[in-house]
């Protein structure tokens, strides 16, 4: 009889055996080198969370190439954008996002067409377009990769991938790595990654959130060399919470990577759907992007137990800290301490290093990661140098036993009357109200104070709160100076794929005709 290889790796499309995927991680790469691909060069790919996205990722790092996932999501323009600032020749792209592409951008890049499987297509409600796609000259995903032989040269010195900052700002950024020394730095930092993640050998994975957004990768990339001789990677293009529940159960899920947004949804099912599948596989969920209100982080390890795991970072410096389940209620709102690997301060405007419990800048790295730079914006990233550390942009303090809180971003602190105002304090405040399932604040402009606060909040279904019951609620909790002065409602909030919302959308009109945009 026959020995069935077990699965490694399972998509919406179907499932492969290691031996399978890696022998198309290493037809990858020689094809990219084929077509004239050097170490340092890039390739772009433009894919949902599919097999050849995940094999793309791993064939560049055994190229020595910049790999450079794209937000699908994006605008034409800011695709184009990305495309031309990372300098990409060859575009590897599910066949319907081509359309995303500028025409004559496209002419002048080699594409790699990959047919979009039709269950990506069904759930995304797309339809596959690879007779075009071919017919257009581009190259086709499986003929190509079925001329190649394995990668003739294996770097010793892999480079990763270049990840754009989302945008919300300006031109999105370009954050590129020097290559790690070698193949020696390259599996410390691995070690910082597992630490950070929970990854482990023989774990049963699943990453639910988008490729081209930083922590999924980092999370597939610590998975891959995790399950190296044993363990299971499933994947997902489209976030489902009664699919994940089935993922679970069938395919025994140990470790996952979510966001605060995910568990809301799961939360959001009711006890007795919830209670139809067994979970009891689930040994460590790591969560990032977006902070998570303390009462649903306790009710998902009441649900699930003490498998709830917190990291903060940036695509700039990676993770920085981990917060355990124990960490989380001993200290509640903390997002940990830092990896032993990491360097960390709190500064306060002059670059001065703030005492305990005093909030400033975080500014902090992780030495195991290269040195970075922002790819043809080197101004940019020396603007962010504070004493060999990377300034985050985020604003928090260290406790007594050196464990990180995270107030706000930079940008995101409200100045009323010469007070600064961090908009997360108030939102903790918000969130823990009876009826409120979500909400955002932030300054708008005031002709005495410069600025004032608004809140924009969602409501549970069937709650019927008033902004007058917000307020007093507030106010109760909250010095006066603290409790927005605008409170409205939203139906739903705009979000982006990696679970934060959108304030800009939110706050824009509010500075309409100011002069000033925030």
């Given at each position: 009889?026959?020995?069935?290889?077990?699965?490694?790796?399972?998509?919406?499309?179907?499932?492969?055996?290691?031996?399978?995927?890696?022998?198309?991680?290493?037809?990858?790469?020689?094809?990219?080198?084929?077509?004239?691909?050097?170490?340092g060069d890039?390739?772009?790919?433009?894919?949902?969370?599919d097999?050849?996205?995940?094999?793309?990722?791993?064939?560049?790092?055994l190229?020595?190439?910049?790999?450079?996932?794209?937000?699908?999501?994006?605008?034409?323009e800011e695709?184009?954008?990305?495309?031309?600032d990372?300098?990409?020749?060859?575009?590897?792209?599910?066949?319907d996002?081509l359309?995303?592409?500028?025409?004559?951008?496209?002419?002048?890049?080699?594409?790699?067409?990959?047919?979009?499987?039709k269950?990506?297509?069904v759930?995304?409600?797309?339809?596959?377009?690879?007779?075009?796609?071919?017919?257009?000259?581009?190259?086709?995903?499986?003929?190509?990769?079925?001329?190649?032989?394995?990668?003739?040269?294996?770097?010793t010195?892999?480079r990763?991938v270049?990840?754009?900052?989302?945008?919300?700002t300006?031109?999105?950024?370009?954050?590129?790595?020097?290559?790690?020394?070698?193949?020696?730095?390259?599996?410390?930092?691995?070690g910082t990654?597992?630490?950070a993640f929970?990854?482990?050998?023989?774990m049963?994975?699943a990453?639910?959130g988008?490729?081209?957004?930083?922590?999924?990768?980092?999370?597939?990339?610590?998975?891959?060399?995790?399950?190296?001789?044993?363990?299971?990677?499933v994947v997902?293009?489209?976030?489902?919470?009664?699919?994940?529940?089935?993922?679970?159960q069938?395919y025994r899920?140990?470790h996952l990577?979510?966001?605060?947004?995910m568990?809301i949804?799961?939360l959001?099912?009711p006890?007795?759907?919830?209670?139809r599948?067994?979970?009891?596989?689930?040994?460590?969920i790591?969560?990032?992007?977006?902070?998570c209100?303390?009462?649903?982080?306790?009710?998902?390890?009441?649900?699930?137990g003490?498998?709830?795991?917190?990291?903060?970072?940036?695509s700039?410096t990676?993770?920085?800290?981990?917060?355990?389940?124990?960490?989380?209620?001993?200290?509640?709102?903390?997002v940990?301490?830092?990896?032993?690997?990491?360097?960390?301060?709190?500064?306060?405007a002059?670059?001065?290093?703030?005492?305990?419990?005093?909030?400033?800048?975080?500014?902090?790295?992780?030495?195991?990661?290269?040195?970075?730079?922002?790819?043809?914006r080197?101004?940019?990233?020396?603007?962010?140098?504070?004493?060999?550390l990377?300034?985050?942009?985020?604003?928090g303090?260290l406790?007594?036993?050196?464990?990180?809180?995270v107030c706000?971003?930079?940008?995101?602190?409200?100045?009323?009357?010469?007070?600064?105002?961090y908009?997360?304090?108030?939102?903790?405040?918000?969130?823990?109200?009876?009826?409120?399932?979500?909400?955002?604040?932030?300054?708008?402009?005031?002709?005495?104070y410069?600025?004032?606060l608004?809140?924009?909040?969602?409501?549970?279904?069937?709650a019927?709160?008033?902004?007058?019951?917000?307020?007093?609620?507030?106010?109760?909790?909250?010095?006066?100076?603290?409790?927005?002065?605008?409170?409205r409602?939203?139906?739903?909030?705009p979000?982006?794929?990696?679970?934060?919302?959108?304030?800009?959308?939110?706050?824009?009109?509010?500075?309409?005709?100011?002069?000033?945009?925030?």
């Amino acid at each position: 009889m026959t020995e069935i290889a077990p699965i490694f790796f399972n998509c919406e499309s179907g499932s492969q055996s290691r031996s399978a995927f890696d022998r198309a991680v290493a037809r990858i790469a020689s094809g990219l080198q084929t077509l004239g691909l050097v170490e340092g060069d890039t390739v772009a790919l433009l894919m949902r969370n599919d097999a050849p996205m995940a094999q793309a990722m791993a064939a560049a790092d055994l190229a020595g190439i910049y790999a450079v996932p794209l937000n699908w999501h994006g605008k034409s323009e800011e695709i184009g954008y990305v495309l031309q600032d990372c300098g990409a020749r060859v575009l590897i792209a599910h066949d319907d996002l081509l359309a995303l592409v500028d025409a004559d951008l496209l002419d002048k890049l080699q594409v790699i067409a990959v047919p979009t499987p039709k269950e990506i297509a069904v759930r995304h409600g797309v339809e596959p377009a690879a007779a075009d796609a071919l017919a257009a000259g581009h190259i086709g995903w499986q003929s190509w990769l079925d001329a190649q032989q394995d990668a003739a040269r294996p770097t010793t010195k892999p480079r990763g991938v270049i990840m754009y900052t989302s945008g919300t700002t300006g031109k999105p950024k370009g954050v590129q790595r020097e290559p790690y020394a070698d193949l020696a730095a390259f599996r410390q930092n691995l070690g910082t990654l597992h630490h950070a993640f929970g990854t482990q050998p023989g774990m049963h994975a699943a990453i639910l959130g988008p490729l081209y957004h930083g922590g999924p990768t980092a999370y597939w990339r610590a998975c891959y060399a995790a399950t190296a001789k044993e363990g299971m990677v499933v994947v997902r293009s489209k976030f489902d919470p009664i699919e994940l529940l089935q993922l679970i159960q069938d395919y025994r899920i140990s470790h996952l990577f979510m966001v605060p947004t995910m568990f809301i949804r799961l939360l959001k099912l009711p006890p007795e759907v919830r209670a139809r599948y067994d979970v009891s596989s689930v040994r460590h969920i790591i969560h990032t992007a977006a902070p998570c209100p303390v009462a649903v982080k306790t009710a998902m390890c009441e649900w699930m137990g003490d498998v709830i795991y917190e990291f903060y970072g940036a695509s700039e410096t990676g993770p920085v800290t981990v917060a355990t389940p124990q960490d989380a209620r001993e200290r509640p709102g903390t997002v940990g301490h830092p990896q032993s690997t990491v360097r960390m301060q709190i500064l306060d405007a002059d670059g001065l290093v703030l005492p305990a419990g005093e909030i400033g800048e975080i500014c902090c790295r992780n030495d195991t990661y290269p040195d970075f730079t922002y790819r043809n914006r080197h101004a940019d990233r020396a603007a962010l140098d504070r004493h060999g550390l990377v300034a985050t942009g985020d604003m928090g303090y260290l406790d007594e036993d050196g464990y990180l809180f995270v107030c706000d971003r930079v940008k995101d602190m409200v100045i009323s009357g010469g007070v600064n105002i961090y908009p997360a304090e108030i939102e903790a405040a918000l969130i823990d109200i009876a009826g409120i399932q979500d909400c955002a604040v932030f300054g708008i402009p005031h002709e005495e104070y410069g600025e004032a606060l608004a809140a924009h909040v969602q409501l549970t279904p069937g709650a019927a709160l008033t902004a007058e019951e917000i307020s007093a609620t507030l106010l109760a909790r909250l010095t006066k100076f603290k409790v927005p002065s605008v409170i409205r409602f939203e139906t739903q909030m705009p979000r982006q794929d990696n679970g934060k919302i959108y304030k800009r959308r939110l706050s824009e009109p509010y500075w309409a005709g100011h002069g000033r945009r925030i």
